[in-house]
């Protein structure tokens, strides 16, 4: 499981490298079939991997409004704390105890470790194909999707 986590943010930390190529403009543009712009879609995965994770350790959702992290930057950074957070969980056993449930606070159901650790990957992978369609609509290359040929640790 930690290997689809560190290609979850290898392919990301590629999207954010591949948004330099766009202007402000094209990022925030509303997009069809998503959440929004490609720089939100960008901002959702970071906010729901780390609010499913926080429910997992037993802590309070945080609300992170997207307009503290409206630009490139500022998401680049979002995304490398929330990481280097997530990370420090994955030493500690984010592994372990996966029939453990989960009570999360945005739903009224509970949902094993398991289940919200492959939601989060599902979520991720889903985003990514989003991105991929929106690069090729610009006429742009998108970042592979390929998990194969990844090493570990987040390294080509």
């Known amino acids: 499981m930690q290997s689809f986590f560190e290609y979850i943010w290898q392919v990301r930390e590629e999207w954010l490298e591949w948004c330099r190529q766009i202007s402000r403009e094209e990022m925030l543009k509303p997009r069809t079939g998503g959440p929004g712009s490609i720089l939100y879609t960008l901002f959702h995965v970071i906010e729901v991997e780390y609010s499913w994770i926080r429910a997992i350790q037993g802590k309070e959702d945080e609300v992170i409004p997207f307009e503290q992290y409206d630009t490139l930057e500022q998401l680049k950074k979002l995304s490398n704390d929330c990481r280097a957070e997530i990370m420090e969980f994955m030493e500690e056993g984010l592994f372990a105890n ?12 509970s949902y094993t470790k398991d289940e919200i650790l492959h939601h989060v990957i599902a979520h991720d992978i889903h985003h990514i194909g989003q991105l991929s369609v929106w690069a090729r609509e610009l006429e742009l290359k998108p970042v592979s999707a390929h998990f194969i040929g990844r090493t570990e640790h987040g390294k080509s």
Do not use: P, T
């Open 98 to 109: 996966k029939d453990e449930r989960v009570n999360v606070s945005w739903e009224n159901q």
